[in-house]
């Protein structure tokens, strides 16, 4: 799990769902924190290459 979302899960999820409204809730609970499972899912639902998906995680880290 990412050290900034580690005991925040369940509050990272809700901006997650607003910032990349393609994550299902299913989705979330198998990515879990886990940021290469959130990769993962990005480029599944958005068609990114993996550092674009990295690129978002990054900027939405910054945001938090």
């Not at 990412?2 to 994550?23: A, C, H, N, V």
Request: hydrophobic share 25%; net charge positive.
């Amino acid at each position: 799990m990412s050290k900034k979302w580690e005991g925040r899960w369940d509050q990272i999820t809700g901006s997650m769902k607003k910032r990349w409204g393609k994550l299902t809730d299913d989705d979330l609970k198998q990515i879990d924190g886990n940021k290469d499972r959130l990769v993962g899912k990005l480029k599944e639902r958005y068609g990114l290459t993996k550092e674009q998906a990295e690129k978002k995680i990054d900027d939405f880290n910054k945001d938090k």
